[in-house]
C-alpha cells in the first residue's frame, strides 16, 4: 500500500469538500439545528393540562377540589355543569373534565374524569392528580360528628373515560394516523426531486423549454403522474396500517386517502422547487435532513405543537405537514368528517400549500432556463 | 429568398463575461448555415436565444418570421443539444415518441431510418453507445419535420463514416426546403455548409460562402482564413 497514492485519494477529497460550500453547510450546521430542534421539543416541562371541574359541594367534594386547584400538575377551572364542561372539551377549551358529585346513598363518592383520549401524556396526567388530590384530601378530612366521634370518610370510586378512542389507544394509534402521511409526504418529496433534477442535469428539461410546452404543463403533468403512483402508495400504505397493523380509525378512510393525495401533491411541488437549488441528485438528497426532517419533528407528530415553545409554534404553523397532521389526527381519532371547522382549516390551507408550491415550482422553470 | 433567421445587435451577458456582443445575423430560407467558431465563442448561446431559452439583453431576434421569443413557432423549430439529452430509462423509440407528442406529431418510423436507428428502436437508451445517442438526438429534434433545424455541434463524438451521412441526411433536408443551422469548431466540416459565419467573442468576425471567406483572408485554407480574420478583428 502507498501512502502517496492513498493521500492523494484524502487530499483530493478534502478539496472537493472545500469548493462545495452546501454539503459543508449541510455536515456543519444540520446537525445543530436538529438537535437543537430536539432539545426544544424535549426538554420542557410536562404540560399542564388545563381541567374543567364540575362540584356538587359537600364537604369531601370541597376538599378534593381544592386539593386539585392547588395542584402544579394541573390548570383548572370551576364548571357549573357537566353539558358545558362536556361541550367546552369537545371545542379543545379543555384537555379533561372532572365531576365531583355528593357521596351517593352507599357512602361512596363516584368522581367522573373524562380526557379527550388523543394525548397519552394528558390521559395519564389527570386521573394521577385525582389520585394524588384525594391522598391529601382524605388526609386532612377528619371532621366530627356533632356528638364528637369520628366519621369514617367515604369510599372513593372514580371512573375514567375518554372522549374520543376506546379508552386504551396506544401508541402506535396515537402516532400511527400522522405517519401514514409522513411516509407518503417523505417518499414523494425524495422520488420528485430526485427525477426532477435529472431533467434539469441531463439537459431534457432545456430541450421541452424550447418545445412549445408551457412550465405550467411540465409542472401539471408530473404532478398527475405522481398522483397516480401516490394514489397506489396511498392505498398500500393505509390498507397496511388498517389491515394489517390494526391502527385505530373512527373516521372516512376516504377522507384519510384524499388527504394523503393532498399531501403527495405537496411533496411533488415542493420536490420540483427545491431541485433547483439543487446541482445534483447528491445535493438534492442532502435537503433531506434540512427540509423534511425538521418539518418531522415541527408536525407534532412526537410532541404536540402546543406543547412547542411559542416562537417554535409560529414555525410549525408555516409547515404543510403540521395541518396534515392535525387533520389526519381529527379524522382517525375523532372520527371529525369535512363538516368539522378543525378539518375544513386543515384540508383547505394543504390545498392553499399546494397551489403556492406548483406556482413557486413553475417559476424556477423560468429561472432555470431564461 | 426570405429569411429563416434575422437577428440584428443581439447582445448578451452573464455577468462579467460577454457572450453575445452585437450579432447580426441574416441565414436564408431552405440553406445550410454552418456557425463556425472555437469553445466559448458564443455559438451556444445564440443557439439557445434562437429558442427562446436566452432573453438577449439588446437587439432583435426574428425567426420564422416570429418574434422572438414565441412559444408557437417552437413547434416548427427542431432543437438538438450539444450533449445528447435524452431519457436514458426509456427505450429509442419512446424517446422519439414523447417529442412527437410534445411537439404535435411526426413520422416516428422515418425519423429513426434517416438515423439507421430504426432496427434499435426498442433498445433502452442507456444500452446506445456514444454515436447512437447522438444519432437518436438528432431524430428526436427532426421527428416533426421542422422548417429550422438548430444543430449544436451534433457530429462531436460521431465516426467519419456517419459523419458523411448525417451530412448527406441534412442536405437533403435542406433540399426539402429545411433551414439549418450547424455549430462547429471542426473547421473542415463546415466547408459542407452553404455560408458560413465565423464567430469569436461574441461577435461575427467575417460571413460568406467558403470561397468568399478564403478571398477575404486570402488564403487557401479555412483554418487559416479563421486565423487571419480573427487577427485581423482584434
New interface residues.
Given amino acids: 500500500m502507498s501512502l502517496r497514492r492513498t493521500f492523494a485519494i484524502t487530499t483530493r477529497l478534502l478539496a472537493q469538500f472545500r469548493h462545495d460550500h452546501r454539503t459543508l453547510g449541510i455536515l456543519f450546521v444540520t446537525p445543530l439545528l436538529i438537535l437543537g430542534l430536539f432539545a426544544l421539543l424535549f426538554r420542557t416541562d410536562a404540560p399542564v393540562p388545563h381541567v374543567g371541574l364540575v362540584v356538587t359541594s359537600s364537604p369531601v367534594a370541597d376538599v378534593i377540589a381544592g386539593a386539585l386547584d392547588e395542584s402544579d400538575a394541573l390548570a383548572t377551572e370551576r364548571l357549573s355543569t357537566a353539558a358545558d364542561a362536556d361541550a367546552r372539551l369537545r371545542d379543545g377549551l379543555l384537555d379533561a373534565y372532572l365531576v365531583l358529585p355528593a357521596v351517593d346513598g352507599e357512602g361512596v363518592l363516584r368522581p367522573q374524569v373524562v380526557v379527550e383520549g388523543t394525548d397519552q401524556q394528558v390521559a395519564t396526567i389527570v386521573p394521577a392528580a385525582l389520585q394524588r388530590a384525594v391522598l391529601s384530601g382524605l388526609a386532612s378530612f377528619a371532621p366530627t360528628t356533632p356528638l364528637g366521634g369520628a366519621v369514617a370518610p367515604p369510599r372513593i370510586e372514580p371512573k375514567v373515560r375518554t372522549l374520543y378512542g376506546n379508552g386504551d389507544l396506544d401508541a402506535l394509534d396515537v402516532l400511527g394516523g400522522p405517519f401514514i402521511g409522513l411516509v407518503v409526504f417523505l417518499l414523494v418529496y425524495v422520488v420528485t426531486s430526485v427525477s426532477f433534477l435529472r431533467e434539469r442535469t441531463?439537459?431534457?428539461l432545456?430541450?421541452?423549454?424550447?418545445?412549445?410546452?408551457?412550465r405550467t404543463e411540465i409542472v401539471v403533468g408530473y404532478m398527475l403522474g405522481f398522483i397516480v403512483v401516490a394514489l397506489i402508495q396511498a392505498a398500500e400504505v393505509l390498507g397496511f396500517a388498517l389491515l394489517v397493523l390494526g391502527l385505530y380509525n373512527a373516521g372516512s378512510v376516504w377522507l384519510i386517502f384524499g388527504l394523503e393525495v393532498i399531501l403527495a401533491l405537496t411533496a411533488v411541488n415542493l420536490g420540483i422547487f427545491l431541485s433547483t437549488f439543487a446541482r445534483n441528485e447528491f445535493q438534492a438528497v442532502q435537503f433531506i435532513p434540512l427540509v423534511v426532517v425538521p418539518q418531522i419533528l415541527l408536525s407534532g407528530v412526537i410532541v404536540p405543537v402546543s406543547a412547542e415553545p411559542e416562537w417554535l409554534q409560529v414555525v410549525s404553523n408555516v409547515l404543510p405537514l403540521t395541518y396534515a397532521v392535525d387533520a389526519l389526527r381529527e379524522v382517525m381519532l375523532r372520527g371529525s368528517d369535512l363538516s368539522v371547522a378543525a378539518v375544513q382549516l386543515d384540508v383547505a390551507v394543504l390545498i392553499g400549500f399546494c397551489l403556492l408550491l406548483v406556482v413557486a415550482a413553475s417559476a424556477t422553470l423560468r429561472r432555470e432556463?431564461? | 429568398m426570405s429569411a429563416a433567421i434575422e437577428a440584428t445587435g443581439v447582445r448578451k451577458r452573464f455577468g462579467d463575461v460577454v457572450a453575445l456582443d452585437g450579432i447580426d445575423l441574416r441565414v436564408e430560407a431552405g440553406t445550410v448555415y454552418g456557425l463556425l467558431g472555437p469553445n466559448g465563442a458564443g455559438k451556444t448561446t445564440l443557439i439557445r436565444s434562437l429558442?427562446?431559452?436566452?432573453?438577449p439583453d439588446a437587439g432583435d431576434l426574428h425567426v420564422l418570421d416570429a418574434r422572438m421569443p414565441d412559444?408557437?413557432v417552437?413547434?416548427r423549430?427542431g432543437?438538438m443539444?450539444q450533449?445528447?439529452?435524452?431519457?436514458?430509462d426509456l427505450s429509442v423509440e419512446e424517446n422519439v415518441r414523447f417529442?412527437t407528442r410534445?411537439?404535435?406529431g411526426g413520422d416516428i418510423e422515418a425519423a429513426l431510418r434517416f438515423v439507421d436507428l430504426w432496427e434499435r428502436r426498442r433498445s433502452l437508451v442507456a444500452t446506445l453507445s456514444g454515436g447512437m445517442k447522438t444519432r437518436l438526438s438528432l431524430a428526436?429534434a427532426i421527428v416533426h419535420r421542422p422548417r429550422l433545424l438548430l444543430l449544436d455541434e451534433p457530429t462531436v463524438g460521431v465516426d467519419p463514416q456517419l459523419r458523411v451521412q448525417l451530412w448527406n441526411g441534412l442536405r437533403e433536408m435542406a433540399a426539402g426546403g429545411t433551414t439549418i443551422l450547424v455549430s462547429s469548431h471542426v473547421m473542415d466540416e463546415a466547408e459542407r455548409a452553404d455560408r458560413l459565419g465565423l464567430i469569436h467573442a461574441g461577435r461575427l468576425l467575417a460571413e460568406g460562402t467558403v470561397g468568399e471567406l478564403l478571398a477575404m483572408a486570402g488564403t487557401d485554407r479555412l483554418e487559416d482564413a479563421f486565423l487571419t480574420l480573427e487577427a485581423r478583428a482584434s
Fill in positions: 441531463l439537459g431534457t432545456e430541450r421541452l423549454m424550447a418545445t412549445p410546452l408551457r432556463v431564461a | 429558442v427562446g431559452l436566452v432573453r412559444r408557437e417552437l413547434r423549430i432543437y443539444t450533449a445528447a439529452a435524452l431519457y436514458a417529442f410534445v411537439l404535435g428526436c
